[in-house]
């Protein structure tokens, strides 16, 4: 019988104490980060509402626009001239972000100027 109280009296206090602290009210929700890589295009040209991709040829790259010189990339913003983000060695998408690679610091100074990587937030 004490067993029996005892374990009751346990499995009360394990509510009590879910309740009272509920999971929910918190934690801080999920961020998932999703990479998709643009590869090397050639010129990368920042249109304002969408990024221009010149590949230069046409096997372009696979998650750009495959069979194309050129790939459009919408985002937000309001359009505007052509400022020229050159060539750099590698564009991912991080979802809440761009990473732009230049493999070296002189980097371009449209971008990011003395940097390897330069971010463009979304």
Partial sequence: ???SVTRIALFAAAIATVAANPVADHEEPTIVKRETSYGNPD???DQGNRFKLNFGSTD???NACPGHYICYIPK???????????NPDDMVDEGNRWRLNYGSTSGHPNACDGHYICYISK
């Fill in 1 to 3: 019988m004490l067993f």
């Fill in 43 to 45: 010129l990368v040209t």
């Fill in 60 to 62: 372009g790259h696979s």
């Fill in 76 to 86: 937000n913003g309001d359009q505007h001239g052509d400022v020229s983000l050159g």
